[in-house]
C-alpha cells in the first residue's frame, strides 16, 4: 500500500508542477508553439508574411518593403529632391 501511495503522490506533484511551468510561461510557450506550427505548415511562406512593426506614428520611417531606389516618377521622390533654385 506504501508503494501505490508513494506513486500517486509522486503523480500529482509532475501533474501539478506541468500545470505550474504552463501558465507561468504561458506567452513564451505560445510563441513557440506557433513558431513550430508555421515550420511544419507546407503552406507557409515567410515572404508573404506581413510587416509587423510598429509604426508608432512616425510615418518617416521606412518599412521592410519598402524600395531602396523609389520610382523616379512618383511625387515623393519629386519632394524629397533637392532644389536647383540659386539663391543671390
Given at each position: ?67 531602396l531606389i523609389p520610382d ?17
Amino acid at each position: 500500500m506504501g508503494a501505490l501511495t508513494t506513486s500517486v503522490i509522486a503523480i500529482v506533484g509532475l501533474v501539478l508542477g506541468w500545470i505550474t511551468i504552463e501558465v507561468a510561461c504561458k506567452p513564451c510557450l505560445d510563441k513557440g508553439r506557433e513558431a513550430i506550427d508555421r515550420s511544419l505548415d507546407p503552406d507557409y511562406d515567410p515572404d508573404d508574411a506581413v510587416n509587423t512593426a510598429p509604426d508608432n506614428g512616425n510615418s518617416t520611417t521606412s518599412s521592410i518593403r519598402t524600395p531602396l531606389i523609389p520610382d523616379q516618377n512618383s511625387d515623393a521622390v519629386a519632394a524629397a529632391a533637392p532644389s536647383t533654385t540659386k539663391v543671390v
